[in-house]
């Protein structure tokens, strides 16, 4: 069961109705719209109150912490866009395939242009997205607002778009605190339906004291329904100050009983009943919330059914302080109940935050080891490599080992290759003893990472295929792993019968298992030993099924499809269908930045294969370029049997190609195709370098390089080019 996705908030009945900011936006042709202001401006009711207006046609995305992923961030929007109309296309699998960074953006606003307009997308409390990788994508948004759509965004801080760019091009609507101010007939209106009134000498005074601040008339109208005199209220920016009026005129008024179940459910970002029950131990905390948010604006309801709640930040910011001069034992006690609560209602990833406050390192550890597979999977890299690093903060950590080991892998995955090393050599340096939540062994976990990095070649490989076999769960889909790396180990080292057992056992070990990507990437080695005995028959037939697999798990961004399409390519060669080898080449090709040293069997298989292809197709320079990749892992992982003879004697055929000027998509490097995708963004040169842990002269070379084999002159020629050359794959 996964957090709620926050809906519009439904509009409260006591709140000032802002008419002339709702005109103001109504009547706004900006596509995008910015309210920056601090807390207690009202920010959220303007939108909650403009969203009315603007009826269903609106997306709404309250951010967190949790949004400081980009996958996490743009899945919520789509989510968001997708209840409002069926997107025709799947939005897991964009995200999975391409993440949610910057050079994800263009493609996407691309597909969610096809909703039909008006369309309205709100991020509240964008202050919550600090990743520079989040607020880049967002700024590449407001950059592409489509025809018809609106972007508004709400943050206490300064927004993370080049707003300097949108008031040029006059395309950004931006409120800041002097249109949030409330006016004096503003503050009659709020102060009479708090049940209090001050003479219109008194009203002007008061507005002037407080500049309008509509948290700060608020606290006032508290303070006269006590009888207490107003002496003003200005936010200056002085927290002791907005705490010493909130403790004075909300947390001194309250019952004891409201007031400890305020500061104890502080600790959660959002509440509900059930959830404010187990935290404090107590019951009837729905009710308690009702009657809290009826008669406290500072609790905010989420939704339209009194479900789920959250408090005022500056009353949140108020409430823990209260908690931090208490015994930090209770506080604990408190994030320990709410993992607890999480964990048992499905929603894990929640539990993990609240296990670490609450010090219960064992239960951080074995759910982020239980939860960091699937969330890589579903996109969400950032996420994995936080967990990771908090841990890595800590002094002991069960399972840090096998947590470290699953995530060099997971980097590997996803053509990292310096930080699969680096993962790789911390979980070496951890210790190996002890048996995991899933019944697999520390040290065959280990041995499992070694044999699939294959740093230490062919016999290695094999040795440490065996050690994780002997330490691995019976039921767990790693031993068809193991099994395929074993028969690979043997193959490298020419021992084709022996190997293509193993790959039947672990095609059927996969199959059983559920292990889709696998189960294709091992048909398509089979299909390289029956080409290899001019078995053609066979390898049509091993393909096929491979590539019904890649079609139907929509596999096609995945490391180990990029096998099954250059070796589709090559059969297709092979049967004289050159069209259809060409457009399974190019499929392949988009995935050579997956193809690094850090899985390098694989890697320099499809790396080979694609050579072949390009030769087939007559593509000497794009040969040349797979080549160069392929001679680059070697030069890191030498001893990779048989695969550096087949590289030889491939390099030997393409040195004998008289080649013109490299040039097409099909020469660019690995460092070029890195590249491309961020040219379509508002990313400078140096931003992309820095994006890209390079200098700004190695970027520059490069994107002068990209435009020569391309035969183009600008950025938007290249993109261009490049959209072209993806359409017709």
């Given at each position: 069961?996964?957090?709620?996705?926050?809906?519009?908030?439904?509009?409260?009945?006591?709140?000032?109705?802002?008419?002339?900011?709702?005109?103001?936006?109504?009547?706004?042709?900006?596509?995008?719209?910015?309210?920056?202001?601090?807390?207690?401006?009202?920010?959220?009711?303007?939108?909650?109150?403009?969203?009315?207006?603007?009826?269903?046609?609106?997306?709404?995305?309250?951010?967190?912490?949790?949004?400081?992923?980009?996958?996490?961030?743009?899945?919520?929007?789509?989510?968001?866009?997708?209840?409002?109309?069926?997107?025709?296309?799947?939005?897991?699998?964009?995200?999975?395939?391409?993440?949610?960074?910057?050079?994800?953006?263009?493609?996407?606003?691309?597909?969610?242009?096809?909703?039909?307009?008006?369309?309205?997308?709100?991020?509240?409390?964008?202050?919550?997205?600090?990743?520079?990788?989040?607020?880049?994508?967002?700024?590449?948004?407001?950059?592409?607002?489509?025809?018809?759509?609106?972007?508004?965004?709400?943050?206490?801080?300064?927004?993370?778009?080049?707003?300097?760019?949108?008031?040029?091009?006059?395309?950004?609507?931006?409120?800041?605190?002097?249109?949030?101010?409330?006016?004096?007939?503003?503050?009659?209106?709020?102060?009479?339906?708090?049940?209090?009134?001050?003479?219109?000498?008194?009203?002007?005074?008061?507005?002037?004291?407080?500049?309008?601040?509509?948290?700060?008339?608020?606290?006032?109208?508290?303070?006269?329904?006590?009888?207490?005199?107003?002496t003003g209220f200005t936010f200056t920016g002085d927290d002791r100050l907005v705490?010493?009026?909130?403790?004075?005129?909300?947390?001194?008024?309250?019952?004891?009983?409201?007031?400890?179940?305020?500061?104890?459910?502080?600790?959660?970002?959002?509440?509900?009943?059930?959830?404010?029950?187990?935290?404090?131990?107590?019951?009837?905390?729905?009710?308690?919330?009702?009657?809290?948010?009826?008669?406290?604006?500072?609790?905010?309801?989420?939704?339209?059914?009194?479900?789920?709640?959250?408090?005022?930040?500056?009353?949140?910011?108020?409430?823990?302080?209260?908690?931090?001069?208490?015994?930090?034992?209770?506080?604990?006690?408190?994030?320990?109940?709410?993992?607890?609560?999480?964990?048992?209602?499905?929603?894990?990833?929640?539990?993990?935050?609240?296990?670490?406050?609450?010090?219960?390192?064992?239960?951080?550890?074995?759910?982020?080891?239980?939860?960091?597979?699937?969330?890589?999977?579903?996109?969400?890299?950032?996420?994995?490599?936080?967990?990771?690093?908090?841990?890595?903060?800590?002094?002991?950590?069960?399972?840090?080992?096998?947590?470290?080991?699953?995530g060099a892998l997971i980097f590997a995955l996803i053509g990292r290759p310096r930080?699969?090393?680096?993962?790789?050599?911390?979980?070496?340096?951890?210790?190996?003893?002890?048996?995991?939540?899933?019944?697999?062994?520390?040290?065959?976990?280990?041995?499992?990472?070694?044999?699939?990095?294959?740093?230490?070649?062919?016999?290695?490989?094999?040795?440490?295929?065996?050690?994780?076999?002997?330490?691995?769960?019976?039921?767990?889909?790693?031993?068809?792993?193991?099994?395929?790396?074993?028969?690979?180990?043997?193959?490298?080292?020419?021992?084709?019968?022996?190997?293509?057992?193993?790959?039947?056992?672990?095609?059927?070990?996969?199959?059983?298992?559920?292990?889709?990507?696998?189960?294709?990437?091992?048909?398509?080695?089979?299909?390289?030993?029956?080409?290899?005995?001019?078995?053609?028959?066979?390898?049509?037939?091993?393909?096929?099924?491979?590539?019904?697999?890649?079609?139907?798990?929509?596999?096609?961004?995945?490391?180990?499809?990029?096998?099954?399409?250059?070796?589709?390519?090559?059969?297709?060669?092979?049967?004289?269908?050159?069209?259809?080898?060409?457009?399974?080449?190019?499929?392949?090709?988009?995935?050579?930045?997956?193809?690094?040293?850090?899985?390098?069997?694989?890697?320099?298989?499809?790396?080979?294969?694609?050579?072949?292809?390009?030769?087939?197709?007559?593509?000497?320079?794009?040969?040349?370029?797979?080549?160069?990749?392929?001679?680059?892992?070697?030069?890191?992982?030498?001893?990779?049997?048989?695969?550096?003879?087949?590289?030889?004697?491939?390099?030997?055929?393409?040195?004998?190609?008289?080649?013109?000027?490299?040039?097409?998509?099909?020469?660019?490097?690995?460092?070029?195709?890195?590249?491309?995708?961020?040219?379509?963004?508002?990313?400078?040169?140096?931003?992309?370098?820095?994006?890209?842990?390079?200098?700004?002269?190695?970027?520059?070379?490069?994107?002068?390089?990209?435009?020569?084999?391309?035969?183009?002159?600008?950025?938007?020629?290249?993109?261009?080019?490049?959209?072209?050359?993806?359409?017709?794959?």
């Open positions: 069961m996964r957090r709620p996705l926050a809906a519009v908030p439904a509009v409260r009945d006591r709140l000032v109705h802002r008419a002339a900011l709702i005109q103001d936006l109504m009547s706004s042709d900006q596509p995008v719209i910015a309210l920056v202001a601090p807390p207690g401006y009202g920010k959220t009711t303007v939108l909650t109150q403009w969203a009315e207006q603007l009826g269903p046609r609106v997306a709404w995305v309250s951010c967190s912490r949790r949004h400081n992923d980009p996958t996490e961030l743009w899945g919520d929007i789509l989510a968001a866009l997708d209840s409002l109309e069926a997107l025709g296309w799947d939005p897991a699998a964009q995200l999975t395939a391409r993440g949610g960074g910057v050079e994800a953006v263009p493609p996407l606003m691309a597909a969610m242009s096809d909703v039909s307009a008006p369309v309205t997308v709100i991020l509240d409390h964008l202050e919550a997205v600090t990743s520079p990788e989040c607020m880049s994508s967002i700024a590449e948004f407001a950059l592409r607002v489509p025809p018809g759509w609106t972007l508004a965004l709400s943050s206490r801080d300064s927004l993370p778009i080049g707003v300097s760019k949108l008031r040029v091009d006059r395309r950004i609507l931006e409120i800041g605190v002097e249109q949030l101010a409330m006016s004096a007939s503003e503050a009659s209106e709020l102060l009479e339906r708090e049940g209090t009134g001050v003479p219109l000498t008194l009203l002007d005074e008061l507005v002037d004291r407080t500049e309008g601040w509509p948290a700060g008339l608020y606290l006032a109208a508290l303070a006269l329904q006590s009888g207490e005199p107003v705490d010493d009026y909130l403790r004075f005129e909300i947390l001194d008024r309250l019952p004891q009983s409201q007031l400890e179940f305020l500061v104890r459910t502080s600790i959660l970002d959002r509440m509900s009943g059930p959830l404010c029950d187990a935290v404090t131990g107590g019951q009837g905390s729905a009710r308690t919330l009702k009657v809290l948010e009826r008669h406290n604006l500072l609790v905010v309801p989420l939704d339209r059914r009194g479900d789920w709640y959250r408090y005022h930040h500056m009353l949140r910011d108020l409430l823990h302080a209260e908690l931090r001069r208490g015994d930090p034992a209770v506080a604990r006690q408190l994030h320990s109940r709410a993992a607890d609560w999480y964990e048992m209602n499905g929603m894990a990833e929640d539990a993990i935050d609240h296990a670490d406050l609450a010090g219960d390192t064992e239960r951080q550890s074995r759910l982020v080891l239980q939860l960091m597979q699937p969330v890589w999977a579903s996109g969400r890299v950032d996420t994995v490599r936080s967990w990771m690093e908090r841990l890595n903060a800590k002094a002991q950590v069960p399972f840090g080992g096998a947590i470290d080991a699953h930080e699969a090393d680096r993962w790789a050599d911390v979980a070496e340096s951890k210790t190996r003893d002890g048996t995991l939540p899933d019944g697999n062994t520390v040290t065959a976990t280990l041995a499992y990472m070694r044999a699939l990095l294959g740093r230490d070649g062919p016999a290695a490989m094999r040795a440490d295929a065996a050690l994780a076999l002997d330490g691995l769960s019976p039921v767990t889909p790693y031993r068809a792993t193991m099994q395929f790396t074993e028969a690979m180990s043997w193959l490298l080292e020419g021992e084709v019968e022996r190997a293509e057992a193993l790959l039947t056992a672990s095609y059927d070990a996969a199959v059983a298992f559920g292990a889709e990507p696998l189960a294709a990437l091992i048909l398509a080695e089979l299909a390289l030993i029956a080409a290899d005995r001019g078995q053609w028959g066979q390898v049509g037939s091993l393909l096929e099924r491979a590539l019904e697999s890649v079609e139907q798990w929509r596999l096609d961004m995945y490391w180990s499809s990029g096998l099954v399409l250059a070796v589709a390519g090559r059969a297709a060669a092979h049967n004289g269908r050159m069209g259809e080898a060409r457009q399974f080449v190019r499929r392949a090709a988009l995935l050579r930045p997956l193809l690094t040293h850090a899985l390098p069997v694989v890697s320099v298989q499809t790396l080979v294969e694609l050579c072949r292809g390009y030769l087939e197709l007559v593509d000497p320079s794009g040969a040349r370029a797979v080549l160069e990749q392929a001679q680059d892992i070697l030069r890191r992982r030498p001893d990779l049997g048989n695969l550096v003879l087949a590289v030889t004697r491939l390099q030997e055929r393409v040195d004998q190609i008289t080649v013109a000027e490299a040039r097409g998509v099909s020469t660019l490097t690995t460092a070029e195709l890195r590249l491309m995708p961020l040219l379509s963004t508002h990313l400078s040169a140096p931003q992309i370098a820095e994006r890209l842990f390079v200098s700004p002269h190695t970027v520059k070379s490069q994107i002068k390089s990209i435009y020569r084999k391309l035969g183009v002159s600008s950025r938007a020629d290249a993109v261009d080019r490049m959209a072209e050359y993806d359409r017709r794959r």
